[in-house]
């Protein structure tokens, strides 16, 4: 009975908030908090986005750069978390724009805002089946020298992550949860089994603490302060995509209260694996000019040197290797849901087809269609360019960052009085630095990550991220004269406490919960 008490008040809350709920609550906080924990893999993608941070910075920008990076993310999460509590949908953050922005406002912010969370979510989603199908490339290379990779190589495995994502996704709805939790079991299992198995091997020939903790090296030709902050790409990689708890809230119990929790642990948990590991993989590094020049890869290249075996370190590889198959299956989880709850509200082209559930698999499949198709779409900047690694990561940090960053400065820009009362709270004294540390953070990263990674610039080696927003933004600015400006109001908002309660005629009074009904009514106003 409590449960289904639970139930039926999270769907009022939805109800009241402008939704009716079509998805089934599948996930337990734990699952979750396996899902959060599995798209951000902190510890996995630090890792195997060493060559992000080692030449733009080296141990410097790997182990400070991720504490910067941690603490700031942790102020943006902390402060979504509020939002998350006072409104518990799936539209996440071109929602709360909506319901807190200026009147005149609301149908441009929320809109601008939806598209930047889209494609930040399209672009994480590449991210994952990029780092998989580099470390498979990489163990190509160690075991076969003479090996030449090709672009279209590591594009064909990318295409190959993808396709299992989707599968798992459209066939295996049901089974989601347990994935997620076998995904944060895997990782844990995984982090641990590492970092015990290479420290022992190394035993006793550890790189020094003056290396680990303080060696500075510039390999970008840019300036050094320059090149250390564009190697906080690779923490603020670790620990994105944390807003997935928002996008997929309409899926768990008792969502306003244990979705900001699950939301502020995932980064926790994501910063002190991450720095722990990061500094294991330090201590047994090697020659860190062998590690940086590897073509096996430095993950692989240091897993090699700690074992001095090929075949120890393709095993221990496989920990991260399958960590990424279930980050690209969550992360495709959670762009599919975004994609539908934008569609929902009227926000994308033919936004009626990609809003439909499908009746026997119970999922938003023409999202999952559309998300898999710009997916591939996007992996297309292999073919072209030699730093698509930069362009692509840089591409979803930049989005998601942005798209973390306006409604609390919307908020901040209205003295912090636009949310109503909820159950998770920050502290007076806390929530303002928070909020600013967290805009800041966003700013800076904003300007710096669509640097080119190195100079000279080339037409091979620039960082096609400004290319793919500017492509994202003219084809925004296109839908909104065509059809936004006149037909999108931003999300439904505010049904009304009448509203809600004419959805409870009928039913018997175990089923109603009057204060339930209000206190939605009255976040919602």
């Known amino acids: ?27 337990s906080p734990l699952a979750m908090l396996g899902l959060a924990f599995a798209i951000l893999n902190s510890w996995t993608a630090l890792s195997a986005s060493l060559s992000l941070a080692l030449p733009s910075g080296g141990s410097t920008s790997v182990v400070w750069g991720l504490v910067t990076a941690g603490i700031c993310n942790l102020c943006l999460a902390t402060s979504l978390a509020e939002f998350l509590s006072a409104y518990p949908t799936a539209g996440g953050q071109y929602h709360w724009v909506a319901v807190i922005s200026w009147k005149s406002w609301v149908p441009l912010l929320s809109w601008i805002t ?8 399209i672009a994480l989603v590449a991210s994952g089946g990029l780092l998989g199908s580099q470390l498979i490339v990489g163990v190509i290379s160690l075991m076969s020298p003479n090996y030449s990779p090709q672009r279209w190589h590591q594009f064909l ?29 895997w990782s844990i299992s995984g982090f641990v089994v590492i970092s015990i198995t290479v420290l022992a091997c190394a035993s006793p020939n550890y790189s020094s603490g003056s290396f680990v903790f303080r060696q500075f090296i510039n390999q970008t030709g840019w300036p050094d302060g320059i090149a250390w902050l564009l190697g906080l790409l690779q923490g603020g990689l670790g620990l994105t995509g944390y807003d997935a708890v928002a996008h997929m809230i309409e899926e768990i119990p008792n969502a306003s209260i244990e979705g900001p929790k699950i939301m502020i642990y995932c980064v926790g948990i994501g ?38 075996s090929h075949a120890g370190a393709i095993c221990l590889l496989m920990f991260p290797l399958i960590c990424l198959l279930f980050a690209t299956t969550s992360i495709m989880t959670t762009s599919s849901r ?28 023409n999202a999952l ?7 591939v779409i996007f992996g297309c900047i292999f073919l072209g360019s030699s730093s698509a690694f930069n362009a692509i990561i840089s591409a979803s940090v930049v989005a998601l ?7 609390i400065a919307i908020n901040c820009l209205q003295g912090r009085k636009k949310l109503p009362p909820r159950p998770f709270v920050l502290p007076n004294w806390f ?57 999108f109001t931003g999300p439904r908002v505010g049904m009304g406490l009448e509203a809600v309660k004419s959805q409870q005629n009928g039913d018997s009074d175990d089923t109603f919960n009057p204060k339930v009904v209000e206190e939605a009514t009255r976040q919602s106003a």
């Open 114 to 121: 939806g598209w930047i969370n889209v494609s930040g979510w």
């Open 338 to 365: 975004m994609t539908y709850a934008f569609a929902r509200d009227g926000g994308l082209p033919a936004s009626h087809f990609f809003a439909k559930i499908h009746p026997r698999l119970g999922l938003p499949l």
């Open 1 to 27: 009975m409590g449960e289904k008490l639970q139930g039926d008040a999270d769907e009022l809350q939805l109800e009241a908030l402008g939704h009716k709920g079509e998805l089934k609550r599948n996930f």
């Open 271 to 308: 910063m002190f694996t991450g720095f722990v590991f990061l500094v294991v993989l330090l201590f047994v590094a090697g020659n860190v000019n062998t590690v940086i020049s590897s073509p096996a890869g430095p993950l692989l290249q240091i897993l090699y040197n700690a074992t001095g």
């Open 401 to 407: 960052g942005v798209s973390y960053a306006i409604p």
């Open 157 to 185: 495995i990318y295409i190959g992550y993808n396709i299992f994502a989707f599968v798992v996704n459209a066939f295996m709805n049901s089974s989601l949860p347990y994935v997620n939790k076998a995904a944060i079991a």
């Open 369 to 375: 269609y559309l998300t898999t198709a710009l997916v």
């Open 431 to 487: 929530s303002w630095f928070a909020n600013l540390l967290g805009i800041a953070y966003v700013i800076v990263t904003t300007v710096l990550f669509v640097f080119p990674p190195e100079l000279p610039v080339t037409g091979s080696n620039m960082n096609y991220c400004i290319v793919a927003f500017t492509i994202i933004i003219i084809i925004s600015t296109v839908q909104w004269f065509v059809d936004g400006r006149k037909n």
